[in-house]
């Protein structure tokens, strides 16, 4: 214990400063009142290009990524290196249709994904499923920042449960009482920890290990040695499918996440969020890096941590962490990883918060809610959802938040078609949307049911099954009767099948001239701007959504 | 439909804009990492980093030289937006 003292007093003297940091920000471009949801939730609506990039780079890329996306590498290879060209396909996404969510939602003061389905199809049954879908998606994400906590507290010998209770306790004081403004606020010094120690870790750690060749080496012998016919330091003839699909799937996925759309929304004008689509790309380049964290860990002889007889292939980076620096740098590094899990988990919380209030709450409950009403609602819901991520992780198994957010990658993806098509057309049928949805779910969960995780004991011979469902995301196309080894990733197949039926659905439901909704929207409001009158044009009717930046 | 009122001229000429051909430019970092049978080998290495790893990163520069040239071209000149 006493070997990890330094580290441990900067980690709480860091923390304890963050979490100051996350109470004053209520103040930080203080609104006349924040008993509103385009206050609380939204941060007025009004974030430059900075505060923006801190923002959603600190939204994105996750605790849990640091941890997870080096622990895949230093477990399989080159296959963990999807979340690279992941990051890279997302931007042009959102640079193109993300963008008119944001005009069409500040003509028409939409706070949630769902908010736009209810308008662009008239279809208050879809935008309920969208809200489902986006609140049970999004709940898993926040468990596993928890475990990126864990990993680091495990490491500096830090054990029970109090600690990760004390800080999301913390973690969910202010963002009840700041709203966005605090992960935002955090973000900055996230974002700058974060990148110190892995600017000082790429440039340290392989001159302490011998450069990067010796690495790289390092890694393929591991692989080479390794019983399993998947992994290397290169992708298997098997895996390219699976990587290409994987990476796609996951982008679409990643600007379907209703935390990601809150990031977007929060932005002051469509500049700020064109300007970061060219800027939000240096975070890749720094998750490109961190992933090789990885490899040095095998380089470095890293022996995962065991609990209850499983190695915590989490602790790898944390570990190398405190085998490599001294302990003073260690105990920054830890902190920066447990402070990434702090800004997600707030906006995520946020982000599932105002889906339940606006789209069940206001919708189902109590349409007549006023403003004020509404920030209230979404603020309780904001501490339940964190509660029930602090239970899932605490009561029940961990491996159970990590299934779920396999899962949730899955049926968040099957929003695509009403809310990523829905950008760029009207011309789904709601009734087809809501085909397609149910299809995709089933498919969805189907592959992720009949997809088991093995271990290779020996090469050459079968491997052993230690999970039978949800083993994975690479759904093997020999269940569907195909002669072929490839896997390609279970949301991928879901998506293509959602989408056909929506456009079959459609045509049958035309065809038979079933009733359509109604568009609320028109073609000149996705490409509105802030200097557009409509765009302040917000319908609460109260006075306090006057340009709140200008005060 | 229409009682809204109509839209200004400044938001009708950002619509031509925002469907400038140069919205093309932004498939090229998408079309460079979608293909892996393109960049999955070892040499050339560059510090001792396989193709494959160094490739990937080569292409976040090249995508932030798209969007940039995008961002530029969709947006009014002079205006800070």
């Not at chain 1, 390092?218 to 699909?245: E, H, M, R, V």
Request: charged residues 10%; glycine residues 10%; positive net charge.
């Amino acid at each position: 214990m006493s070997a990890h003292t330094v580290e441990i007093v900067i980690f709480v003297v860091l923390f304890v400063f963050v979490s100051g940091l996350g109470f004053v920000a209520a103040r930080w471009r203080r609104a006349e009142s924040m008993e509103h949801l385009d206050e609380w939730g939204l941060g007025g609506r009004n974030f430059g290009s900075w505060v923006t990039w801190f923002l959603v780079g600190g939204d994105l890329y996750t605790a849990y990524t640091f941890v997870a996306v080096p622990a895949l590498m230093f477990g399989a290879g080159a296959a963990g290196y999807f979340a690279l060209p992941y990051t890279i396909i997302v931007y042009p996404i959102v640079f193109l249709v993300l963008i008119r969510l944001w005009s069409v939602s500040h003509v028409h003061g939409y706070v949630t994904p769902a908010d736009f389905v209810r308008g662009r199809f008239g279809s208050s049954t879809m935008a309920l499923l969208v809200a489902i879908t986006g609140i049970v998606a999004t709940m898993p994400y926040i468990a596993l920042q928890l475990i990126g906590i864990e990993a680091v507290l495990k490491t500096m010998g830090v054990t029970g449960n109090w600690p990760i209770i004390i800080a999301f306790v913390v973690l969910a004081a202010y963002t009840y009482n700041s709203g966005l403004r605090a992960p935002a606020l955090i973000a900055f010094v996230k974002d700058a920890l974060i990148y110190l120690v892995i600017i000082v870790a790429v440039l340290y750690i392989p001159a302490k290990l011998g450069g990067w060749s010796s690495i790289f080496s390092a890694a393929d012998a591991k692989f080479t040695k390794s019983p399993n016919p998947g992994d290397g330091i290169l992708l298997g003839p098997n895996g390219q499918l699976q990587y290409a699909t994987l990476a796609l799937g996951s982008a679409l996925a990643l600007f379907l996440y209703p935390h990601s759309v809150t990031g977007v929304l929060a932005a002051r004008d469509r500049g700020t969020i064109k300007r970061n689509m060219a800027g939000l790309p240096a975070y890749s380049f720094l998750l490109g890096l961190l992933a090789l964290l990885g490899y040095m860990a095998i380089r470095a002889g890293v022996k995962p941590i065991t609990t209850g007889g499983k190695p915590d292939g989490n602790t790898i980076v944390p570990l190398l962490f405190d085998q490599m620096f001294p302990s003073w740098f260690a105990g920054i590094a830890f902190a920066a990883i447990a402070i990434g899990a702090l800004v997600p988990a707030a906006i995520m919380s946020i982000a599932a918060a105002n889906l339940w209030t606006r789209n069940v709450y206001k919708e189902y409950i109590k349409p007549d809610a006023t403003p004020a009403q509404e920030a209230q609602m979404s603020k309780l819901a904001s501490l339940v959802v964190k509660l029930g991520a602090l239970l899932a992780i605490l009561v029940i198994d961990p491996q159970f938040s990590i299934d779920l957010q396999l899962i949730g990658g899955v049926i968040i993806l099957q929003t695509l078609p009403s809310v990523g098509l829905g950008l760029l057309s009207s011309w789904f049928h709601r009734g087809g949307l809501i085909a397609g949805w149910i299809a995709g779910m089933i498919v969805g969960f189907w592959t992720l049911w009949v997809t088991p995780a093995v271990t290779y004991t020996a090469a050459g011979k079968p491997p052993t099954v230690t999970k039978d469902h949800f083993g994975g995301s690479g759904f093997a196309l020999s269940k569907l009767g195909l002669d072929t080894k490839m896997t390609i990733y279970a949301g991928f197949v879901a998506i293509v099948v959602n989408v056909l039926v929506a456009i079959v659905a459609t045509l049958i439901l035309r065809a038979a001239h079933v009733e359509d909704g109604v568009d609320e929207t028109r073609v000149d409001e996705y490409v509105a701007d802030r200097d557009d009158a409509r765009v302040h044009d917000l319908p609460s009717g109260e006075g306090e959504v006057a340009p709140v930046g200008s005060t | 439909m229409a009682e809204r009122p109509a839209a200004d001229t400044a938001a009708s000429g950002r619509t031509s804009r925002d469907r400038s051909p140069a919205n093309w430019l932004l498939l090229v970092p998408i079309l460079l990492v979608i293909w892996p049978p393109l960049f999955n080998k070892i040499s050339p290495t560059l510090f001792g980093i396989p193709f494959f790893y160094w490739y990937q990163l080569a292409v976040i520069p090249i995508g932030v030289i798209c969007t940039t040239i995008v961002y530029r071209a969709t947006t009014r000149r002079g205006g800070r937006s």
